[in-house]
Nanobody
Framework: QVQLVESGGGLVQAGGSLRLSCAAS????????MAWYRQAPGKQRELVAG???????NYADSVKGRCTISRDNAKNTVYLQMNSLKPEDTAVYYC???????????????WGQGTQVTVSS
């Protein structure tokens, strides 16, 4: 069984910072792209930031300059450092990874359970 477990969400005032973590565990053969998505109430899930296995990154325009995605391949973990948070950043944040599990015939998309981020004004 392969799973993603997020941590680091919470309540923060506008202008504050949070660091989200997501650890992949289980019988993993290889992890390819990893990413953070978010979903606010009444809105569709959207990509926040992504990072390839080689370290290339991409960001949503709404978070560029305020968020940094990184990964530790030795720990199978991806991070999202969020600074200068705004009330509109309030959402459930989901970790996503494309992984190949041991014994599998190819990669699959995996999602974490989500972690709530609330930014008060």
């Amino acid at each position: 069984q392969v799973q993603l477990v997020e941590s680091g969400g919470g309540l923060v005032q506008a202008g504050g910072s949070l660091r989200l973590s997501c650890a992949a565990s289980g019988s993993i053969y290889r992890i390819y792209n990893m990413a953070w998505y978010r979903q606010a109430p009444g809105k569709q899930r959207e990509l926040v930031a992504g990072v390839t296995s080689g370290g290339s990154t991409n960001y949503a325009d709404s978070v560029k300059g305020r968020c940094t995605i990184s990964r530790d391949n030795a720990k199978n973990t991806v991070y999202l450092q969020m600074n200068s948070l705004k009330p509109e950043d309030t959402a459930v944040y989901y970790c996503n990874a494309f992984m190949w599990r041991v014994g599998g015939t190819g990669g699959d998309d995996y999602w974490g359970q989500g972690t709530q981020v609330t930014v008060s004004s």
